[in-house]
């Protein structure tokens, strides 16, 4: 279901940047859905963007890991890499940077301590 979602946004981009006319749109939408309606499809993407929005706002390490309550996590510093668990609590605006500046795992901390990049 999620190749189709990206193959159906895919799609819908083009048509939006004129890469590709209605009926190129639709034909790629009936080989990507086989017989559901354009309605069926344009409504399936825009809760799918609907729940990407969200999941972008959501707080995440430097590495690009959501965050959750009770997640360990790892900060660089000059003397070396700690651990630390996240606990959210009622905070200011921004509240949310140290954890940007957190790794989801040690390695990915160590990679980016020497500057490589880690794979999640």
């Known amino acids: 279901m999620m190749k189709l979602i990206k193959r159906l946004i895919e799609l819908r981009k083009a048509l939006d940047a004129n890469q590709i006319n209605l009926g190129e749109f639709s034909e790629g939408c ?14 399936a993407i825009l809760e799918f963007e609907s ?29 070396g890499i700690d651990d ?27 990679a980016a301590k020497k500057g490589e990049p880690h794979e999640r």
């Not at 997640?71 to 510093?77: A, P, Q, R, T």
């Open 30 to 43: 009936q080989i990507a859905q086989g017989n559901s309606s354009l309605m069926e499809i344009r409504v």
């Open 51 to 79: 729940l990407q929005a969200t999941v972008e706002k959501l707080p995440k390490t430097a590495d690009g890991v959501i965050v959750k309550h009770g997640m360990k996590v790892w900060l660089i510093h000059p003397d």
């Open 84 to 110: 630390g668990t996240v606990c959210f609590h009622v905070c200011d605006e921004g509240g949310f940077s140290a954890i940007q500046k957190c790794y989801s795992t040690r390695e990915a901390a160590e």
